[in-house]
């Protein structure tokens, strides 16, 4: 008989009920639509009956075993398991607490895995503009995919990403709800095999829109208009392209961060949630000890009277100059430069943003930072950012 494990179950295409030959009575069931639940099946005073015992993957293999054994022992003992399990959710769902309770004090419970504010912000904020109108005084158990649809419908098109975090805000809060006892049955925010089968994919509703960026062959005659302008903003911004940066990083960048010409940025502000360090060419020192003697009893790198430079600091830097281009799209400036320029590897340019493998093999086998390659892939960017302006590109011109 086939013996079963996670990759075998997973891969159960065809619908039907699959028995675990180490649990008598077990089975998984696999439905039409490929959706996969744990079933205990047992005969109780010479009637057949089965019980839920949870999704698949969900609930695992050794969860679902442990759960049919209960069930059988109690079978021993004359009773029968689907009266234990109903007398046991009875007190939790006669408890009629309301969506709108019961979701702020998700928020409230999520907010110490927040780095940012702003994310309890924006699940507060979603959820008072689209979902409370309509369920917000619902209680937990009365909640079903029509009222999720009066939710997610009107916006689905129009504000789809918005829609879409907030399906998924809805379904951690009443998958939160089923497992404390307040509500059971399907939840109805799933999106895979629910959802899914009624709204559009969000991918295919929506273009991605990308953050324009500065075409790399007119970059350094930005560089040269840009050193010839005053102020904090416009030295946080020239630290940030030589750098290839993101501006959380610089303008929450302190001063003991720096030792020598390594800058190390800690995990808690990185987008990635790991520490990089970034090898500082001349330039960069240079503007650090500039600033210093600016602000010099302040912690941070970039600063006025001891405060932080705020978001919009370096964007107005760019408005100044009459440039349709964000702070965040000269990281993708140095990518197309590194790509069309240079004989850097990829895997150099990406370490230089900082940004995330995807591939878990390479992944597994990737040791080092690559620091000294780095440094000087970016001393090379600092050299073409200063180089001579080319005279037959698009001219910049001052607002």
């Known amino acids: 008989m086939e013996q079963f494990n996670f990759q075998v179950l997973k891969n159960k295409k065809v619908a039907g009920r699959y028995t675990d030959?180490?649990?008598?009575?077990?089975?998984?069931?696999?439905?039409?639509?490929?959706?996969?639940?744990?079933?205990?099946?047992?005969?109780h005073q010479g009637k057949q009956q089965n019980m839920s015992l949870g999704v698949f993957p969900a609930t695992t293999i050794n969860e679902a075993r442990q759960k049919a054994l209960q069930a059988r022992?109690?079978?021993?003992?004359?009773?029968?398991?689907l009266q234990t399990k109903k007398a046991s959710k009875a007190p939790l769902i006669s408890k009629k607490i309301t969506f709108m309770e019961f979701a702020k004090a998700c928020v409230e419970m999520k907010r110490p895995e927040w780095r940012n504010e702003k994310h309890a912000a924006q699940w507060t904020y979603s959820l008072e503009t689209f979902a409370y109108p309509i369920i917000g005084n619902k209680s937990l158990d009365?909640?079903?995919?029509?009222?999720?649809?009066?939710?997610?419908?009107?916006?689905?098109?129009?504000k789809t990403e918005t829609a879409s975090r907030l399906r998924g805000r809805l379904e951690w809060i009443l998958a939160s709800a089923a497992t404390r006892g307040f509500r059971t049955g399907i939840n109805p925010a799933l999106w895979r095999g629910h959802l899914q089968t009624i709204l559009p994919a969000p991918k295919k509703t929506t273009r991605t829109i990308h953050h324009?960026?500065?075409?790399?062959?007119?970059?350094?005659?930005?560089?040269?208009?840009?050193?010839?302008?005053?102020?904090?903003?416009?030295?946080?911004?020239?630290?940030?392209?030589?750098?290839?940066?993101?501006?959380?990083?610089?303008?929450?960048?302190?001063?003991?961060?720096?030792?020598?010409?390594?800058?190390?940025?800690?995990?808690?502000?990185?987008k990635a949630f790991k520490e990089h360090q970034v090898a500082l060419c001349s330039r960069s020192i240079d503007i650090l000890t500039i600033t210093q003697?600016?602000?010099?009893?302040?912690?941070?790198?970039?600063?006025?009277?001891?405060?932080?430079?705020?978001?919009?600091?370096?964007?107005?830097?760019?408005?100044?100059?009459?440039?349709?281009?964000?702070?965040?799209?000269?990281?993708?400036?140095?990518r197309d430069w590194v790509s069309e320029e240079t004989n850097h590897s990829h895997e150099v340019a990406e370490m230089a943003l900082a940004h995330t493998i995807s591939n878990k093999v390479e992944k597994a086998y990737r040791r080092g930072n690559l620091l000294e390659r780095r440094r000087q892939l970016l001393q090379e960017w600092q050299d073409y950012c200063f180089s001579k302006a080319v005279s037959n590109v698009l001219e910049l011109k001052s607002a």
């Open 21 to 43: 030959p180490a649990v008598k009575g077990l089975h998984l069931w696999v439905k039409s639509n490929l959706n996969k639940y744990w079933v205990f099946r047992f005969s």
């Open 73 to 81: 022992n109690e079978l021993k003992n004359g009773v029968n398991p």
């Open 142 to 158: 009365q909640i079903d995919t029509e009222d999720i649809l009066k939710i997610l419908t009107p916006i689905w098109k129009d």
């Open 212 to 270: 324009k960026a500065l075409p790399y062959r007119i970059l350094p005659q930005f560089m040269e208009q840009l050193r010839e302008m005053d102020g904090i903003g416009a030295l946080a911004l020239e630290f940030l392209i030589l750098n290839a940066s993101r501006t959380g990083e610089v303008i929450g960048g302190l001063k003991k961060e720096v030792a020598g010409d390594v800058w190390t940025i800690p995990e808690s502000r990185m």
């Open 293 to 334: 003697s600016h602000d010099p009893d302040s912690p941070y790198l970039f600063s006025r009277n001891g405060k932080p430079l705020s978001n919009m600091a370096m964007s107005m830097m760019i408005r100044r100059l009459g440039l349709d281009v964000t702070v965040h799209g000269f990281r993708s400036c140095f």
